[in-house]
């Protein structure tokens, strides 16, 4: 809601049956289909681009029971099953309009939306908490570190020098797919697409993992929590500190904490320099920071014991940060356990608190 692109009167103009009025579901339609989503009272006046769908929702039908219909397995898979795929996948909302919706009684409706919602209203107040709390550690770094150092005027015990003379950098590889005994093991590892749909920089679990025996082809083994994770290519600048031991791809610069330089100090301080970082950058077909160019970044080294001040202060915000992620994994996975069957019914929607009450509390 806060970076929204706008047209001219004009061009709008052109495009007036898709103008929000209220009431309406979208969906994506092209590439990455079925994202839903909600309009809101302040997006009513806005327009869509042409791969967004606009569902208009009868005010005779409970609109907040399609939403999470539309968001159900039953429907994804029928909206990926009549997908047309010759260059990117495309859903036509012709097809869409076959879709067959569950539609029960509304005390039914009414109790299975309300445990949906309570839900998602949790993950949504735990992640706007966590942005709250990364903006105050990022103001916190400032003070200590920018808002009051002169580079032309350090003060006693600070120093100018290189990146490396604080941190210890780490890359990876991918172990061949061809080889299966690589592959589905119980050790984690990690590509930047892990990274890529977070909204704190805690990474809790992996999507894939792999073997002792993959984990022989990676130079630099198995990499401690609490590492730090920078993508290093296509895009750089996804952000994370693992909170289980991984291994990582090629993707990625893997940044160990030497000599008392936190990797809380070391996320501030990417977060303040990333225009820097990309700087420092290069390639052909995408811009990729090497671990020898990171680490060669100048920047200006405080004393550790200004670090280690700074680390006191924004540790119990980390806490908090990390605690709330846990949680919001836990809701989603209870979330996306319950909305299947309560869509189909299977679940006796009067004993469905149940199975969150405990969550919630």
Known sequence: MSDVQKVKPEIEA???????????????LVGSLG???????????????????????????DSEWVYWFLKSPQAQNFVHGQATTSVQATLNLKE????????????????????????????ELNRRMNQTLEQIAQTLFRQYFVDSISQDNLPEGWKEGKLGEIVNVKGGTTPSTKQKEFWNGNINWT??????????PVLLETEKKITEAGLKKISSGLLPAGTLLLSSRAPIGYLAITQVPVAINQGYIAILCDNGYSNYFMLNWIKENMNLIIQNANGSTFLEISKTAFKNIDTIIPPVEVVAEF????GSIYKRIILNEKEINTLTKTRDTLLPKLMSGEIDVTQAPKAYEQVLS
């Open 311 to 314: 680390s006191r202060k924004v």
């Open 14 to 28: 052109k495009y007036k049956r898709t103008k929000l009025k209220g009431n309406e579901i979208l969906i994506s």
């Open 96 to 123: 869409l309009q076959e879709l067959q919706i569950a539609y029960p009684d509304e005390k039914y409706r009414r109790s299975a939306t309300e445990i949906l919602s309570a839900l998602d209203d949790k993950i």
């Open 191 to 200: 590509s930047p697409k892990d990274l890529s749909s977070l909204k704190s």
């Open 35 to 61: 994202h839903i989503a909600k309009v809101k009272d302040e997006m009513i006046g806005w327009n869509v681009a042409r791969a967004v769908g606009v569902l208009p929702i009868a005010n005779s039908f």
